[in-house]
């Protein structure tokens, strides 16, 4: 059962289904683990306040398509190139349990069905909001789209900044990753392509 928890200093609050004081025990054994004592002064409340961020940036696992999408598909005329720019996201990369985060580019082309604006941010962040790889995140919002919208083509573009590569490793503080997913005609027609890209470099 979900119940409503409150994430401190930001006055956000949201469900969750886990289990917050398992999750507040295997913080504080991490801490033992590292040498640290969990009980000082600064680390006293440390466990409780992991265990809530990490069930918010993890929230996606606990979110369906349907709950996202949540009936926001309305019909429409036209087959005119429909393109979402600079959607923010934050994740943590499955191999080191490390932030990426960045910008997500999605266009594409409607067959009868549109989708409401703010929904491309929501499904964004469910997505996201999981342990991930940037080239899945890339190809499930793809597929999302396709079987919501049913649409001529998708195509998605992510960016990201990889924390696991600037602060540990190779230490790159400047390096970006860009992904991408391309979906019926904008995998199958080079012009649909050039233009969906062309748009993302276009200015404001």
């Not at 994740?91 to 067959?111: A, T």
Request: charged content about 25%; hydrophobic content about 40%; proline content about 3%.
């Amino acid at each position: 059962m979900k119940k409503r928890i409150e994430l401190e200093d930001t006055g956000m609050t949201f469900e969750t289904a886990y289990d917050l004081e398992a999750m507040s025990r295997l913080a504080r054994s991490w801490l033992e683990q590292i040498g640290e004592d969990p009980a000082r002064e600064g680390l006293a409340d440390t466990p409780g306040r992991v265990a809530r961020a990490w069930a918010f940036l993890t929230r996606g696992y606990q979110q369906s398509l349907e709950e996202v999408i949540n009936g926001a598909v309305f019909e429409a005329e036209g087959s005119e190139m429909v393109v979402v720019k600079g959607i923010e996201f934050y994740s943590m990369c499955e191999h080191h349990l490390l932030p990426f985060f960045g910008q997500v580019h999605i266009g594409y082309i409607p067959d009868g069905k549109i989708l409401g604006l703010s929904k491309f941010a929501r499904l964004v962040d469910m997505y996201a909001r999981r342990l991930q790889l940037q080239e899945r995140l890339a190809t499930q919002i793809a597929g999302a789209l396709m079987q919501v919208l049913e649409p001529r083509g998708v195509g998605v573009v992510v960016e990201g900044a990889h924390l696991c590569m600037m602060m540990r490793g190779v230490e790159k503080q400047h390096s970006t990753t860009v992904t991408s997913a391309m979906r019926g005609v904008f995998k199958e027609d080079l012009k649909t392509r050039e233009e969906f890209l062309a748009l993302l470099r276009s200015q404001p």
